[in-house]
């Protein structure tokens, strides 16, 4: 289980930041600690928290050194952010034990798939989160967070990637919401571990792994119709 936690989370690690996992109780609301990614101990330490009832969760982005986590009662912000690595999509399917509010209007987990199939670039990792998939479109080199590439214009550019996949989806009727998964500090399930969203709890595991698969970050277009819909993605989930 924390092998595969671990080859994963190396695709994501870089010394210019830390990766950080973020661990909520099943019956609590919000996260309850939080702890950096260092290695195997760390990851044994999570596999106890998930034996104990805890989701287990990372951001895909490097938080800054000075990140403060609170103690480790906090996801922190986009302010936290130095660094991002990828674009980062989330796709729900339709669950047999109603996980999702939405399930009437979802693909099946079959269906969902035949699209990623029919996808312009291939995926770094196809994540089966449990209930869901994430795709990780991992760049060719961490990208800053800066005066350039400010937190509006890296905003953009994964909203704009987004919205082919967005489209593919809606066309046939299904939900996909890629504005939630624009926002840079985002987290993730880790591969390894349980979803405990369910009883019994379905795992997080990769789907499909071709790490070596990697994109370069392209500056958003400048229309009024993504300048909208960055702003939108921004006031809805927070600065």
Sequence with gaps: MTDTAKQFLDYFTDERGGIYLFFVHKSIKGVTKSLEYKGPDTLAEAAKLNEAGFHVYFCSALRSPNFDNKGG?????KKDVSYINGYHVDVD???????????GSLPTKE??????EQLE?????????????????????PLAVDATHTIRVIEKAALAFAEP???????KGWDCDAAKT??????????????LKTDPPNP???????PSNRIAFSPPSTGQASENAAKKTIDNYGA
């Design 165 to 171: 996949i967005q489209q593919a989806f809606g066309v």
């Design 111 to 116: 269906e969902a798939l035949a699209i990623f």
């Design 204 to 210: 997080c595991h990769i789907h499909k792994a071709a």
């Design 93 to 103: 399917f339709k669950s047999k034990s109603g996980a999702h509010a939405a399930n």
């Design 121 to 141: 670039l291939e995926p770094s990792y196809v994540v089966n989160s449990g209930n869901g998939f994430q795709l990780h479109f991992l760049f060719d080199r």
């Design 182 to 195: 624009a926002t840079i500090q985002r987290v993730w399930r880790l591969p390894g571990f349980d979803n």
């Design 73 to 77: 009662s906090s996801y922190g912000g």
